[in-house]
């Protein structure tokens, strides 16, 4: 079944962790609203992806980025006769020049990759996720639910955590509106 470039389906259990985190994000009406992030444990499933690592030297470079990258990968997967899932995003850097790659879940890996696509598998376990809702550019308030569960809980991360887009922002009118899972696998 072909998917819609942006429509995801996540099938995870979820294990209710009990921590509350309180942390104040910005609308984009610019005013501050207090909303509570729940860093939830789950087992993730190991999954393959095809990707583009590509470099935005400002935050507005994202979006003309992710259109371009995202676009190659559709392009690609369906050149491979690839069915596709989840659309996600690994970021390498926190800061600038932001190193990510723009990736796309599929069901298997072709042989031989040539060019800026590239095919991995990511490797499955303990992960957490947080369901984050709003901007994009304000989607840091999960990072930082994460990383105080990882200190109050002594745990430590196994590599870069990884969103995953659950809207298409070309579809939903209102910023405030996108969702995003921001999942951290955990050693």
């Known amino acids: 079944m072909k998917m819609n470039r942006m429509k995801l389906c996540i099938g995870l259990l979820y294990l209710l962790l009990g921590t509350t985190i309180n942390i104040a994000a910005q609308t984009n009406q610019d005013t ?59 970021y390498y850097t926190s800061h600038q020049p932001f190193i990510f790659d723009a990736a796309v879940e599929v069901d298997k890996l072709p042989n031989g990759f040539t060019g ?10 303990d992960a957490l996720v947080v369901h984050y809702q709003g901007p994009y550019n304000q989607v840091g308030v999960a990072y930082a639910a994460i990383s105080k569960w990882l200190q109050e809980n002594n745990k430590k991360a196994l590599q870069q955590p990884f969103e995953v887009y659950l809207d298409d922002p070309g579809t939903v009118k209102d910023p405030a509106q996108l969702r995003t899972d921001v999942y951290q696998r955990l050693q």
Not at 39 to 52: N, R, V, W, Y
Not at 116 to 125: D, E, F, P, R
């Open 32 to 90: 501050t609203q207090k909303k509570v992030f729940i860093p939830e444990k789950t087992g993730l499933a190991s999954f393959l992806i095809i990707a583009i690592t590509d470099t935005a030297n400002t935050t507005e470079d994202f979006g003309r980025l992710f259109n371009k990258d995202y676009g190659e990968l559709f392009l690609y997967s369906n050149q491979h006769a690839l069915k596709t899932g989840r659309i996600m995003a690994f």
């Open 116 to 125: 800026k696509i590239k095919g991995k598998k990511i490797g499955g376990g």
